[in-house]
């Protein structure tokens, strides 16, 4: 037997990683159920505004979500930054090689849940997926699903509206993607892939079984300032432009818009996401407050997917992997997804 076999930490050593952990998530605790109380104490004693006034109402809505956003966010990254060291993006590719089209689509879309995915990735995990056996169908779950029903979309449902919101969401997006998927599949459109894409050869698996804790924790916290730090712009400009509609519309108003009597409110809010390039964290605080302000749930459902799921941007980046021809098909399915979804909870909930 080899005298360099690797041993996990010590129990001292187990302690300091620990420790640390646990102060943390207990200081996290104290200051997130502290929230609003210090947002209404900071707008009406420190500044002080006028209670009912427009101002003081977004105001409070901003001071309160900010800290609320950022704080759900680097928790759920950190935890899922250390879940996604079992699942690199080579593992996933090879989970999902090989397996039916019907059980790919499946895997694939509850993968995306948990692996590293944005649209400048989009091109290097096409490549990595159709290069290894993937099928496209299969191929087209994952990109589907892993922007649209990420960990921060859901964690920050969760915080924004419970647990019944944020499970529509993922059981939803999940359906939309697995279908999707199942479609592309279906309509058999391998020809429309640029022809050097097939002449890649396929990727090595990393070896990330031996890393142990202290080095996944590490990845955590890098995933923390990889992630947080790029979206927390977009935080702030998505709870800004919340708490003015928060603040400022008048209630209902958004229900003459984007209410469920109106049968163009689903395509228009569709129409309106897709130009949109903004992620999960940016979009959510502008979704809280047009449902605040009378917006139909499905509309509003629709509005989020397209935002984040379908992007002119991503379509540019697509295009250096796709045909013209693809990459419409593949919008039109899932833009027809996402109305269905729209209409089918403005008809429940009628």
Not at 11 to 18: E, Q, S, V
Not at 100 to 119: H, K, R, W
Not at 291 to 317: C, R, W
Request: hydrophobic share 60%.
């Amino acid at each position: 037997m080899s005298a360099s076999t690797k041993t996990g930490p010590t129990p001292a050593g187990r302690f300091r990683i620990l420790l640390p952990l646990a102060a943390g998530v207990l200081a996290w605790w104290l200051a997130y159920r502290n929230l609003a109380a210090f947002a209404a104490w900071f707008t009406y004693q420190v500044l002080p505004l006028e209670k009912g006034s427009h101002l003081a109402a977004a105001l409070e809505f901003f001071i309160f979500e900010t800290p609320k956003v950022l704080m759900l966010l680097t928790l759920v990254v950190f935890a899922v930054g250390i879940i996604r060291t079992f699942f690199t993006p080579e593992r996933t590719r090879r989970i999902l090689a090989g397996k039916s089209e019907f059980i790919g689509n499946i895997l694939a879309s509850l993968l995306g849940i948990v692996t590293p995915f944005c649209s400048c990735s989009a091109v290097p995990l096409f490549i990595g997926f159709v290069t290894t056996g993937v099928p496209l169908g299969v191929t087209f779950s994952f990109l589907i699903s892993a922007p649209m029903v990420n960990e921060v979309a859901l964690v920050l449902l969760f915080g924004l509206f419970g647990w019944k919101f944020a499970g529509l969401y993922l059981v939803t997006g999940l359906m939309v993607a697995m279908v999707a998927g199942w479609v592309m599949g279906r309509l058999k459109m391998e020809k429309h892939v640029e022809e050097w894409v097939f002449q890649i050869p396929g990727g090595v698996e990393a070896d990330t079984g031996a890393m142990d804790w202290p080095a996944r924790i590490r990845a955590g916290w890098d995933a923390v300032k990889d992630i947080v730090g790029r979206v927390w712009f977009y935080v702030l400009l998505g709870i800004a432009v919340g708490a003015g509609i928060h603040g400022y519309v008048p209630e209902n108003f958004m229900a003459s818009l984007m209410g469920r009597d109106a049968w163009w409110a689903v395509p228009l809010a569709v129409l309106l996401g897709v130009p949109m390039y903004s992620n999960a964290a940016g979009i959510i605080p502008v979704v809280q407050a047009l449902l605040g302000k009378g917006a139909a749930l499905g509309t509003v459902l629709a509005f989020m997917m397209s935002v984040i799921a379908l992007s002119l941007p991503e379509a540019i980046i697509l295009r250096k992997v796709l045909k013209p021809r693809l990459i419409a098909t593949f919008f039109g399915v899932v833009a027809t997804g996402i109305l269905l979804v729209g209409y089918l909870f403005n008809a429940i909930l009628s």
